[in-house]
């Protein structure tokens, strides 16, 4: 298994940037506590690591922005892995659909949601308030997914994918297999969580066998997942299905939730396993894929 928290991870089919060298960044703290960037401090987007040019795919990884803005590298794919807002406004939602949205370069940009994002879960409102879900709930929830499949957001690249399969064509030509999941197991109130492992076993058998690219809010267990306490905070249940062998074909899994777990590593069966939190200081994650 290779690991970084430093230098690049290189192997002959996958090369991963953690670390790297941006424009100095401005930190502020938002009232959750979190490390956030001020707008005026430097550009939204700016050159990472030299692309390693025709035959590869960049894919940058961010995840846990929380309705911040955060300085992000160019490259060909752009990777979000859920908690897209704070609370789980619209009106917050909207905030980081308009900034990712206006991130221009990128040949697509796939969002999930994360267990903040409560206007994005349908079943919020009766789910998770002993079924007296209200008119106001259930129009948050019309609106949010309104905003975040119009027309003007397709047309900016955005793809949102709700336990959904994206199948993505670069301009060279390479078809890359995208599934994309918001789910995470229960621990306190919050959208997208199963209750027990039979809820998570339905949710992610739906996996396609032949996914490339995994995107998920959770972690799987002792994967990039350890909370400050030192507690394995991964769903056991997705590491199952990791170890089955059954995805034989997936180059990346992208993932956040535990925002102190940031980091990246190559399993032995060469799957790039990334928890691209952001929300702590940790700096989006490049990962290249070679075609």
């Known amino acids: 298994m290779h690991t970084s928290s430093q230098g690049p991870i290189v192997t002959p089919r996958t090369r991963i940037h953690t670390n790297y060298s941006v424009p100095s960044r ?7 506590g979190e490390l956030s960037l001020s707008d005026a401090y430097t550009p939204k987007l700016v050159d990472g690591p030299p692309h390693p040019g025709k035959g590869w795919t960049r894919f940058v990884c961010i995840s846990d ?12 794919v752009l990777l979000h892995a859920g908690d897209l807002s704070s609370w789980g ?3 917050q939602l909207k905030q980081t659909v308009d900034w990712i949205a206006s991130l221009e370069g990128f040949q697509v940009k796939i969002l999930v949601g994360g ?4 206007c994005l879960d349908g079943n919020w409102g009766t789910s998770y308030s002993g079924g007296s879900g209200t008119s106001y709930e259930e129009q948050e929830h019309e609106e949010a ?9 397709l047309e900016k690249g955005v793809r949102y994918l709700c336990h959904e399969q994206l199948d993505f064509t670069t301009k060279e030509g390479r078809k890359w297999v995208i599934y994309g999941s918001p ?7 919050g959208a997208f969580q199963y209750k027990n492992s039979k809820e998570a076993e339905e949710i992610y058998q739906c996996i396609p066998d032949d996914a490339e690219i995994l995107l998920t809010h959770t972690p799987p267990h002792n994967i990039l997942d350890k909370t400050r306490k030192g507690k394995a905070a991964g769903c056991q249940v997705l590491k ?16 956040g939730h535990i925002h102190e777990a940031h980091g990246a590593e190559v399993r032995k069966n060469g799957t790039a396993e990334v928890n691209a939190a952001v929300a702590w200081g940790g700096q989006p994650i490049i990962v290249d894929l070679k075609n």
């Open 26 to 32: 401005k930190k502020t703290i938002t009232d959750m």
């Open 65 to 76: 922005t929380h309705s911040n803005i955060y300085t992000v590298p160019k490259g060909d």
């Open 89 to 91: 406004s619209k009106a």
């Open 115 to 118: 267990n903040h994002d409560l």
């Open 145 to 153: 997914m309104a905003l975040i499949t119009s027309e003007e957001v």
């Open 183 to 189: 789910a995470a197991p229960v621990y306190a109130l």
């Open 240 to 255: 199952s299905v990791l170890d089955s062998g059954r995805l034989r074909k997936l180059r990346l899994h992208v993932f």
